[in-house]
């Protein structure tokens, strides 16, 4: 950097050309260019290890995939898939087929249920477990939970089903 006028210079004589072989390459910058790194353009972490997954359910909401119940490489385990019965991952927006190991939403983890379903239900997210019902709201780019359904889980997939005025299961 020159400090008479604080601009930033290639390589050389401080014109922003080269010397000697390299006289005629360089160029000048007033202000540096802007750099887009493949984290920044995709959307992936640098840190992600696998941007695929095996999941037991799925559901879109708003523009995302949400997937539960999954087996994926991750840091844990980067060589062998492992299995998360609890995770609940989320593609990418408008990339339903990347589904990054960093881009997980913990609800309830580690309570010894599975999840079975999950139903898209306008701005929300539905998460059935064996035991437990969950309501995520997942409007405005962030997930939360919501509420918490104890003794409203289902045991089978096919227990529960939408349609245009909501959901019905059995369980």
């Excluded at 972490?45 to 994926?72: D, F």
């Excluded at 929300?124 to 939360?144: D, H, P």
Aim: aromatic share 10%; hydrophobic share 35%.
């Amino acid at each position: 950097i020159d400090q008479s006028d604080g601009h930033a210079y290639l390589k050389g004589d401080g014109t922003g050309k080269g010397t000697g072989a390299f006289a005629d390459i360089g160029v000048y910058h007033e202000s540096p260019p802007v750099i887009f790194t493949h984290a920044v353009k995709s959307g992936i972490r640098p840190e992600t290890i696998s941007t695929e997954c095996k999941y037991a359910t799925g559901a879109i909401v708003n523009r995302k995939l949400y997937v539960g119940n999954i087996q994926q490489k991750t840091v844990d385990s980067p060589n062998a898939l492992k299995k998360y019965p609890d995770r609940l991952l989320k593609s990418i927006p408008n990339r339903f087929d990347v589904l990054p190991d960093t881009e997980f939403v913990d609800v309830a983890i580690q309570d010894g249920e599975s999840i079975i379903r999950l139903i898209g239900l306008g701005n929300r997210l539905i998460q059935f477990k064996e035991r437990t019902m969950y309501s995520i709201a997942v409007a405005g780019g962030e997930e939360y939970l919501e509420a918490k359904f104890p003794h409203m889980g289902i045991l089978h997939p096919e227990a529960v089903v939408s349609f245009q005025q909501g959901l019905f299961w059995v369980n």
